[in-house]
């Protein structure tokens, strides 16, 4: 029996990777709203502002959120403008 069995949780480069992922150590807001999208798309469920700025805030330290709500925001306005953009092709 092998006791070294690490739930993917558990894995120490995966938790290094969630660090690195995390928003406020993104520079990219965009990519976020990307990752969420793309989430939601693979999940079949609807992308929304709303879910979106949710997740952000959760994700976001408290201290932080006041500063970095407008940047989301742009972000996703950002995001949606660029998508419609490319669906008009």
Not at 24 to 39: H, I, K, P
Not at 54 to 75: F, G, L, T, V
Request: aromatic content about 10%; charged content about 35%; hydrophobic content about 25%.
């Amino acid at each position: 029996m092998d006791s070294n069995n690490f739930k993917k949780s558990q894995d120490v480069n995966n938790a290094d990777r969630n660090i690195e992922n995390r928003p406020e150590n993104l520079e990219n807001y965009d990519e976020y709203v990307s990752e969420y999208r793309r989430e939601m798309r693979d999940t079949k469920q609807n992308a929304t502002q709303e879910g979106f700025m949710a997740r952000a805030k959760n994700d976001c330290p408290p201290d932080a959120w006041n500063d970095k709500k407008k940047a989301y925001n742009d972000a996703w306005e950002n995001n949606m403008h660029n998508s419609q953009a490319e669906d008009d092709f």
